[in-house]
């Protein structure tokens, strides 16, 4: 069994290192071919992504300078080819896509005999091939190639190098479909209108905004002090210092924001109050002269338990939990009208508020 030597280990922590340095959309670029063609010596290093269902080729990365005419197109002769590549067949019939040679599955005269050999390794002098892929659904194939002409085979210290290297590739390949997503979601995010009910807020490691949409920009100003930077405001902080699991409420009018934390995201929402009944209003703006239940069910001709079920039906919608609270609610949405009215006096007659019994 192949073994690695020191020199080996070392070349392949480096080519991984400087794999995932470069980073991007794409998870494998021509400049980390040139470096995987430096831990595999070969005349052709390539990487491609075929959709076999919709006879799409997805991604073609060839090493620079390995470029050629043809490897962007692919025609109907060598889709049907394509399942008579000797390693591809193998790879179907065994289930395990791990690193072989042609070498591996076929003799040189079977080679040689095979029409995929014909149309697409013997016009370019291709007579050694080492291939990979990537684990993934069996229609969508990612695979890498290696290739080299006349002269001496891949060995099976090559193909233990690439085995090694398959689960680092898959998590490259993943990296850049994340980082594409993202970046793709954060597009969206950016273009929504500022007047959007909706915002998000992605924290960085030391708990400041590492980005924040339009509509988390005017909410966050709406719903609490005015904060520079990317400082969350003192509220939002000690809320996530605190480790609670429910929401962060604040109101502002008739409208309120809820703050709820997925990670290090945060999600703002913001919703209009729920309007309260005539009834109810009538109910609160006695209980805001002082009116206990019993007086409200006296001078509006209900009975205590009614009243006591209109104010339950208050403290939800204004999210509050005493008649003090409740009060002061109705208070500040008289002031906010900007009239000095009383909003129940302006519901007719019957739901004025006199200064007498009713009886």
Same mark, same amino acid.
């Given at each position: ?9 070392? *070349? ?11 980073? /991007? ?13 430096? $831990? ?12 076999? &269902? ?16 043809? /490897? ?24 395990? =896509? ?7 599955? $076929?003799?040189?005269?079977? !080679? ?17 091939? !080492? ?10 194939? %990612? ?6 002409? !006349? #002269? ?9 190098? !690439? ?29 929504? +209108? ?5 915002? $998000?807020?992605?924290? #960085? ?5 590492? =980005?924040?949409?339009? +509509? ?7 719903? =609490?002090?005015? $904060? /520079? #930077? ?14 609670? *699991? ?18 290090? @995201? ?7 109050? @729920?309007? &309260?009944?005539?009834?109810? *209003? ?36 204004? /999210?509050?939990? @005493? ?19 009383? +909003?129940?006096?302006?519901?007719? +007659? ?7 019994? %009713?009886?």
């Amino acid at each position: 069994m192949a073994a690695l030597s020191t020199s080996d280990a070392e *070349r392949l922590l480096r080519f991984v290192a400087e794999a995932e340095s470069i980073g /991007g959309d794409q998870p494998f670029t021509g400049d980390v071919l040139v470096e995987l063609g430096r $831990v595999i010596e070969a005349d052709w290093v390539s990487y491609t992504e075929v959709d076999h &269902l919709g006879r799409r080729l997805l991604a073609y990365v060839p090493r620079p300078g390995d470029e050629d005419d043809e /490897g962007t197109e692919i025609d109907d002769e060598m889709w049907e080819l394509m399942g008579e590549h000797p390693v591809c067949r193998h790879w179907r019939r065994t289930g395990r =896509f791990v690193a072989l040679r042609l070498s591996d599955v $076929v003799t040189r005269r079977e !080679l040689h005999q095979n029409r995929f050999y014909d149309v697409a390794l013997r016009p370019w002098g291709v007579e050694h091939e !080492l291939k990979v892929r990537l684990a993934s659904p069996s229609w969508h194939a %990612k695979t890498f190639m290696f290739g080299r002409k !006349l #002269g001496r085979d891949f060995s099976k210290r090559d193909r233990l190098v !690439l085995d090694l290297l398959t689960p680092h590739f898959a998590r490259l390949w993943e990296a850049a479909r994340t980082r594409r997503l993202l970046a793709a979601a954060l597009a969206e995010l950016e273009r929504a +209108p500022e007047t959007d009910t909706t915002g $998000v807020v992605l924290l #960085g490691p030391s708990g400041g905004m590492e =980005f924040e949409s339009r +509509p988390a920009h005017r909410l966050l100003r709406t719903y =609490f002090a005015a $904060v /520079g #930077g990317a400082r969350l405001p003192a509220a939002v902080v000690e809320w996530l210092k605190s480790g609670s *699991r429910d929401p962060l409420y604040r109101r502002q009018g008739a409208q309120s924001l809820a703050v709820e934390r997925s990670g290090d @995201t945060l999600l703002l929402r913001e919703t209009q109050q @729920t309007a &309260l009944t005539a009834r109810e *209003r009538e109910v609160l703006a006695w209980v805001a002269r002082g009116k206990t239940n019993a007086q409200i069910a006296e001078l509006l001709w209900l009975a205590p338990s009614t009243v006591r079920k209109h104010l339950e039906n208050v403290y939800e919608k204004l /999210g509050v939990t @005493t008649r003090t609270a409740a009060a002061a609610r109705f208070l500040g949405v008289i002031d906010a009208d900007g009239s000095g009215e009383n +909003p129940a006096d302006r519901e007719g +007659p019957s739901r004025s508020l006199p200064e007498t019994s %009713k009886t």
